[in-house]
């Protein structure tokens, strides 16, 4: 468990994760921009928070009982805040309103199905490279997370909008709201599908690495 002091540093970090994560994506819209921007904060952050930055890797980790209820709901807090802060740093310097939604050109089914599978493969990445001894301790986590993450993006992008993270979608959902946006009707698929995938990795996980997990 943590001590109050670390906790607080562990939800500052995952906001200006989070944060730096939304604003990139909403900014250029680029995968590889994207993935390697997680990269530098997987190095920034790993030592701090894990450097989740995304409720799906976090409720892996809580499933894992590597997060407590407590750590889970200030996790969850502070990527959603952070989330909600990229979208309104993105109004002021741009004037457009970030959000997100799903492609025309795919169904719900094919749009909640890529969603999960490509969050899966991602969070099992990160709880492999995080937890796994014979991975915890390499120089090269963060490259491979990241490289991962924006891989996920591209393939799952034509398909679903290639969102992956139910910050990104919460948090920028809620500023244009206030906007007047109706963009948070595809909340529930970016949120459920992804928490969906990172469910059933911290399960394979578990069930792949045994004694590790």
Same mark, same amino acid.
């Not at 995968?31 to 920034?44: E, H, Q, S």
């Not at 492999?128 to 991975?135: A, D, E, G, H, Q």
């Not at 244009?176 to 995938?197: F, R």
């Given at each position: 468990?943590?001590?109050?002091?670390?906790?607080?540093?562990?939800?500052?970090?995952?906001?200006?994760?989070?944060?730096?994560?939304?604003?990139?994506?909403?900014?250029?819209?680029?995968?590889?921009?994207?993935?390697?921007?997680?990269?530098?904060?997987?190095?920034?952050?790993?030592?701090?928070?894990?450097?989740?930055?995304?409720?799906?890797?976090?409720?892996?980790?809580?499933?894992?009982?590597?997060?407590?209820?407590?750590?889970? %709901?200030?996790?969850?807090?502070? !990527?959603?805040?952070? /989330?909600? +802060?990229?979208?309104?740093? *993105? $109004?002021? &310097?741009?004037?457009?309103?970030?959000?997100?939604?799903?492609? %025309?050109?795919?169904?719900?089914? !094919?749009?909640?199905? /890529?969603? +999960?599978?490509?969050?899966? *493969? $991602?969070? &099992?990445?990160?709880?492999?490279?995080?937890?796994?001894?014979?991975?915890?301790?390499?120089?090269?986590?963060?490259?491979?997370?990241?490289?991962?993450?924006?891989?996920?993006?591209?393939?799952?992008?034509?398909?679903?909008?290639?969102?992956?993270?139910?910050?990104?979608?919460?948090?920028?959902?809620?500023?244009?709201?206030?906007?007047?946006?109706?963009?948070?009707?595809?909340?529930?698929?970016?949120?459920?599908?992804?928490?969906?995938?990172?469910?059933?990795?911290?399960?394979?996980?578990?069930?792949?690495?045994?004694?590790?997990?």
């Amino acid at each position: 468990m943590k001590t109050n002091n670390q906790g607080m540093h562990s939800y500052v970090m995952e906001a200006v994760g989070a944060f730096f994560l939304v604003l990139v994506f909403g900014f250029t819209g680029n995968a590889l921009a994207i993935g390697l921007t997680l990269m530098a904060l997987v190095y920034i952050g790993s030592r701090v928070s894990g450097a989740h930055f995304n409720p799906a890797v976090s409720l892996a980790f809580f499933l894992k009982r590597r997060l407590s209820a407590t750590e889970f %709901a200030g996790y969850l807090i502070a !990527q959603l805040f952070g /989330a909600f +802060v990229a979208a309104s740093a *993105i $109004f002021f &310097l741009s004037t457009s309103v970030f959000y997100v939604e799903p492609p %025309a050109t795919t169904n719900l089914y !094919q749009q909640a199905f /890529a969603e +999960v599978l490509f969050t899966f *493969i $991602f969070v &099992l990445v990160m709880l492999t490279l995080t937890i796994t001894k014979s991975f915890r301790k390499t120089n090269l986590s963060g490259l491979a997370i990241g490289l991962t993450f924006g891989g996920m993006l591209m393939v799952a992008t034509p398909v679903s909008g290639g969102i992956l993270n139910p910050a990104t979608s919460i948090g920028t959902a809620g500023f244009d709201l206030i906007q007047g946006g109706n963009s948070i009707i595809h909340s529930l698929l970016y949120t459920l599908a992804p928490l969906t995938g990172g469910a059933l990795a911290a399960f394979s996980f578990s069930y792949f690495h045994g004694v590790e997990a």
